[in-house]
């Protein structure tokens, strides 16, 4: 097998045994992205000198056995909203086209503890807002399936890397299923862990209260050990929560015999395509014949969630982005006359329209006379969608449905109508609302080739049983799927 045909634990349990040695792999990895990036553009910026430093000093610490990992010497990619000291940070904006953070982020440090070797910073809608990373400053991203057509977003650049083979797995962050809609698209494997399971310190923030940092990788395998390697209790993020139980992996076990699963009708109405239902109740048909229970039920206010997500998120943006300024670090218009004019100008040239529509409608909802009309009632609003879910999750041990409501459209079609681009992450919103965590994984393909992903959704810390249920499902035998 070649060395880019790996998942991550192959490629690691080959370094450690000495077959493949850290310099080969990432110099493989780096001619891949060399070859690749002309068509895929999943990258801001690739560190190829730091890199190869990097797997040299890796290297030597396996020799000498201080590195024993399960993820020692294997390259990754990191989304470009992870702070990373010393290497260009951007967010796909504009405003921040030359920032160097002075730290890196602490999901990075645990990687690094871990042995990996970080190969750049990968491509984004800009601060996270978008669903096809068509909106960064930096160019757009293609889906490897098909160059026609958007990866999704706004992790984009992490999972059409992992797809295109230009990185063994990659760091994402999940908003608003920002890793696992674009995972869907790609036809790659990701995971958004229970909010407060990895730190956010050097996540430059989009939404604070909905934000997470997760793993995209090829396999449910590889996401559940990077899950494992990044998962760390950290006092630096005050929403940061102490978990005893972080052996992620322990829950790759292929068996599901009684385990209750859940559709939700909501899920399966008007607005899904039917090549993507399909896929879905195909693939819950085989978990049904490994065992699982699965039927459908009424979640409920599942069409409240769109407008509840955008504003709460919205208004976050609005507060967390005012924080640039053009004073101390990114960009700084040239021309310009006095302080106030000074922000506008830097502001004006340095975000593009979506940010500038999401800080509009973030200020406005959270302005005199509209605070309690639509902030406050959104707020009320999730608290009513999480005692949704816990109701669900009394009967359920996971809840399934599509990640998606249709494949990845082609490139140029979302951001034509932004409103159908909102509604696109209908499946996906609720999840971060209520701080549960989820998780998606390729179940076939649509007629055009395109990938359709499945989403498996569990209660708060309880990540095992949908690694589970999806580690099942992907080692059964799913011809004609």
Request: hydrophobic content about 35%.
């Amino acid at each position: 097998m070649s060395i880019l045909k790996m998942t991550a634990l192959e490629l690691g349990r080959k370094i450690r045994s000495g077959d493949i040695t850290v310099p080969e792999a990432t110099q493989a990895v780096l001619e891949r992205i060399r070859t690749q990036e002309p068509a895929i553009h999943a990258y801001v910026t690739v560190d190829e000198e730091g890199a190869l430093k990097r797997a040299a000093q890796v290297q030597a610490r396996i020799q000498d056995r201080t590195l024993v990992s399960p993820l020692a010497g294997v390259p990754v990619a990191i989304k470009d909203n992870l702070c990373t000291k010393g290497l260009r940070t951007t967010c796909g904006s504009n405003i921040l086209y030359n920032f160097a953070p002075t730290y890196t982020a602490e999901a990075v440090l645990n990687l690094e503890k871990a042995g990996a070797v970080v190969l750049g910073k990968t491509n984004m809608d800009e601060f996270a807002m978008g669903s096809t990373t068509e909106t960064s400053a930096f160019g757009v991203t293609r889906n490897p399936r098909n160059t026609d057509h958007v990866p999704g977003g706004s992790s984009g650049g992490s999972c059409a890397a992992v797809a295109a083979g230009e990185c063994f797995y990659a760091l994402g962050s999940d908003t608003g299923g920002s890793i696992r809609q674009p995972s869907a698209f790609c036809g790659v494997t990701g995971i958004k862990p229970t909010y407060g399971t990895v730190s956010r310190y050097g996540l430059i923030a989009y939404g604070s209260s909905l934000d997470q940092v997760g793993p995209v990788a090829k396999n449910v395998s590889d996401c559940a050990a990077v899950l494992e390697a990044i998962a760390s209790y950290d006092k630096k993020d005050s929403t940061s929560i102490p978990r005893k139980d972080l052996d992620f992996t322990s829950a790759l076990v292929d068996d599901v015999k009684g385990m209750k699963i859940g559709i939700p009708r909501d899920y399966l109405g008007e607005g899904l395509d039917h090549e993507v239902r399909e896929g879905v109740m195909r693939a819950a048909g085989v978990l049904k014949d490994r065992g699982a229970v699965v039927e459908e039920f009424d979640l409920s206010l599942v069409e409240y969630a769109i407008p509840a997500y955008y504003v709460i998120a919205s208004a976050e943006a609005s507060s967390n982005l005012s924080r640039f300024d053009g004073v101390k670090y990114g960009l700084r218009a040239k021309e310009y006359e006095g302080l106030h004019q000074m922000y506008k100008k830097s502001r004006s040239e340095g975000f593009g329209p979506e940010v500038k529509r999401r800080i509009m409608l973030g200020s406005f909802v959270l302005s005199s006379g509209y605070y309690d009309a639509y902030y406050l009632k959104a707020l009320r609003t999730k608290a009513l969608i999480k005692q949704a879910f816990d109701k669900a999750f009394r009967d359920y041990d996971v809840i399934l449905g599509p990640a998606a409501p249709t494949t990845a459209p082609k490139l140029g079609e979302s951001l034509k109508d932004p409103l159908k681009m909102y509604l696109g992450d209908i499946y996906t919103v609720s999840v971060n609302l209520a701080g549960i965590p989820a998780m998606t994984v390729p179940c076939g393909t649509d007629s055009g080739g395109l990938p359709i992903g499945l989403q498996l959704m569990g209660d708060c810390f309880q990540e095992k049983k949908i690694i589970r249920a999806a580690y099942t499902f992907e080692q059964t035998d799913r011809e004609g799927i």
